[in-house]
């Protein structure tokens, strides 16, 4: 039996964090079912993983539409599971889940929450407002309601399950679906994913330039095997490029560690960064409002406070 669904993350071959993630917290309500869109053979490469993490069913939605068609697949796949068996579904909250869960809910009418941070088995969960300033409790109706759960808000805990797959019948792609003619992925960097990483190392406007990143953030980013952000006017400034940024209007982050460098804290980038577990600030002005939230606060100045630091954790 099934008691939630959760809609697999995936690329070339592998489980994002993502995914561990939804299956973690889809167990609050009892047995997860895994949904797997994809090419044929999707489900069987990820089998393995996916018990592991606690999917105690696979569902493999696998078919050439399934494979090369935006969007469509996915909803059409949760649509069905979700209206035979009424029951939650969980998605990343992603810009992608977002489109998906939007859809999802119209046509199983049901309720859709957004961006939340933790699901409760009696259909309520929890978000954060007004740029992180409050955090609300929700509950959302319908028999199938639709969670879009904030990537890095739950620490997976792996639990083993039967991981039994089942195929899940696809119709043809319909008038108006978006086809993939071709496919070209942006040029992979060392550094981990923004949104999946532990550590993240970000800069601000008092950076100052595009090689303040180059000299200062990324070296101490480096050190720390982090992922590097931006805020909105140090992307708006062109010190860094926009798919780095971090906040409302950005990326949303929550990782073990977040470093918040020449940040004065605006809440545009706050209600991007705010729930990371050990926040840690380095600002000029000792009024930023960066410093409110923060666990650990220098006041000083970044370009002497940050080479420090990257030489100390080299040398360790």
């Known amino acids: 039996m099934t008691?939630?669904?959760?809609?697999?993350?995936?690329?070339?071959?592998?489980?994002?964090?993502?995914?561990?993630?939804?299956?973690?917290?889809?167990?609050?309500?009892?047995?997860?079912?895994?949904?797997?869109?994809?090419?044929e053979g999707t489900a069987e490469a990820l089998k393995d993983d996916l018990a592991a993490a606690g999917a105690e069913t696979i569902y493999a939605a696998e078919n050439d539409y399934a494979a090369n068609y935006l969007v469509t697949p996915s909803v059409d796949a949760l649509s069905a599971l979700a209206a035979g068996l009424e029951v939650p579904v969980i998605i990343s909250s992603s810009a992608?889940?977002?489109?998906?869960?939007?859809?999802?809910?119209?046509?199983?009418?049901?309720?859709?929450?957004?961006?939340?941070t933790e699901i409760n088995a009696d259909h309520t969960a929890a978000s954060s407002i007004f740029g992180g300033?409050?955090?609300?409790?929700?509950?959302?109706g319908g028999s199938s309601p639709i969670f879009l759960l904030r990537p890095g808000?739950?620490?997976?805990?792996p639990q083993a399950a039967a991981g039994n797959i089942?195929?899940?019948?696809?119709?043809?792609?319909?008038?108006?679906?978006?086809?993939?003619?071709?496919?070209?992925?942006?040029?992979a960097g060392d550094r981990p994913e923004l949104t999946e990483a532990k550590i993240v190392v970000s800069g601000g406007r008092g950076v100052g330039?595009?090689?303040?990143?180059?000299?200062?953030?990324?070296?101490?980013?480096?050190?720390?095997?982090?992922?590097?952000?931006?805020?909105?006017?140090?992307?708006?400034?062109?010190?860094?490029?926009?798919?780095?940024?971090?906040?409302?209007?950005?990326?949303?982050?929550?990782?073990?560690?977040?470093?918040?460098?020449?940040?004065?804290?605006?809440?545009?980038?706050?209600?991007?960064?705010?729930?990371?577990?050990?926040?840690?600030?380095?600002n000029k002005d000792e009024e930023a409002a960066i410093f409110e939230i923060a666990d650990f606060g220098i006041v000083g100045d970044l370009f002497d406070v940050a080479p420090q630091a990257t030489e100390a954790i080299k040398s360790r």
């Open 3 to 39: 008691d939630v669904l959760v809609l697999v993350e995936h690329a070339d071959g592998a489980l994002s964090n993502n995914t561990n993630e939804l299956i973690t917290a889809g167990r609050v309500f009892g047995s997860v079912g895994a949904v797997v869109v994809g090419a």
């Open 96 to 116: 992608t889940g977002k489109e998906i869960g939007g859809r999802v809910g119209a046509r199983v009418a049901s309720g859709v929450l957004c961006d939340v």
């Open 133 to 140: 300033d409050y955090t609300v409790e929700l509950s959302v």
């Open 153 to 157: 808000s739950v620490d997976p805990e």
């Open 166 to 187: 089942e195929p899940v019948e696809m119709p043809e792609p319909g008038p108006v679906a978006v086809k993939i003619t071709s496919f070209s992925p942006a040029e």
């Open 209 to 282: 330039s595009a090689d303040g990143f180059a000299d200062v953030i990324e070296p101490l980013a480096d050190a720390l095997g982090a992922a590097v952000g931006a805020s909105r006017a140090a992307v708006d400034s062109d010190y860094y490029p926009g798919k780095f940024q971090v906040g409302q209007t950005g990326k949303t982050v929550s990782p073990d560690l977040y470093v918040a460098l020449g940040i004065s804290g605006a809440i545009q980038h706050k209600a991007g960064m705010q729930t990371s577990k050990t926040i840690v600030a380095v």
